[in-house]
């Protein structure tokens, strides 16, 4: 497995050289089509339809005709967070990378994977103070044994030599899975749910990190939770995103 380039402090090499010891015990296998001897292959990369930041909703994030600048849903509900950002459309081979880094355990894939939002970060004139993950529900947890959100935010605050602090914001209580819920209720199922420590985000640009975005309702109430402990700006970023051919369908 070939690694990002970025690994330089010993804490990095020892989360690097776990990882490549990993793959050598047991060799990895493509998460878009299988094909063995690499956890992402080039044919799966290709494949991939990474999102143009000229063609975006400069608030959200979402995709829209080159003439647009602002989609519907944040002309009229503007989100909480300054922006939102994803690589690419949650489609094809990604969308079976996403599902295995979720649901297959396949923790070693989040190194590969997050390498593609740093180079997103790259391009963007953001000033950050420190990286936090979106807080796993604490039953899916206890299931898992890991937070997904947690194997792609590392390696970015490796990059960016900024702390990452997963203990900057909480749940305050589970809630059912936004799969298949609506818009509206995908937002009232997680309002409320999550709670920011004042003390370590208080006058902070913090950076927010998922894994996928559909309507944004889980960036949204995580920002809120944030700007209300005292967070000066509040920014996200996503390996993938649904897309929505009405832009109607987008924002939070």
């Not at 296998?29 to 690499?38: D, I, L, Q, S, V």
């Not at 420590?197 to 960036?219: C, F, P, Q, W, Y």
């Not at 967070?231 to 924002?251: C, M, P, Q, W």
């Amino acid at each position: 497995m070939l690694y990002p380039k970025w690994v330089s402090q010993p804490t990095q090499i020892l989360y690097q050289g776990f990882w490549a010891a990993l793959d050598w015990l047991y060799p990895p296998f493509c998460a878009g089509c299988g094909k063995p001897g690499t956890l992402w292959c080039d044919e799966c990369q290709n494949a991939s339809n990474p999102i143009s930041l000229n063609s975006i909703c400069v608030h959200c994030g979402q995709v829209l005709p080159k003439e647009q600048r602002i989609c519907a849903v944040c002309r009229k509900n503007p989100p909480p967070y300054t922006a939102m950002r994803s690589w690419a459309t949650f489609s094809g081979p990604l969308r079976k990378a996403v599902h295995s880094l979720k649901y297959q355990q396949n923790m070693g894939l989040g190194i590969k994977l997050a390498d593609h939002l740093i180079s997103l970060l790259d391009q963007l004139n953001w000033s950050l103070d420190f990286i936090t993950p979106v807080p796993l529900n604490s039953s899916r947890l206890a299931e898992r044994g890991y937070n997904q959100s947690n194997l792609l935010a590392r390696p970015i605050a490796f990059a960016r030599q900024l702390p990452f602090v997963p203990g900057s914001i909480n749940r305050t209580r589970n809630t059912a899975s936004q799969v298949g819920l609506s818009a509206t209720d995908r937002l009232e199922n997680v309002t409320g749910a999550f709670e920011a420590n004042r003390k370590i985000v208080d006058h902070k640009s913090v950076l927010l990190v998922d894994d996928v975005a559909t309507t944004g309702a889980t960036l949204a109430a995580c920002t809120q939770a944030l700007l209300s402990a005292g967070a000066e700006k509040v920014y996200a970023i996503t390996l993938a995103r649904a897309i929505f051919k009405n832009s109607d369908s987008g924002g939070v």
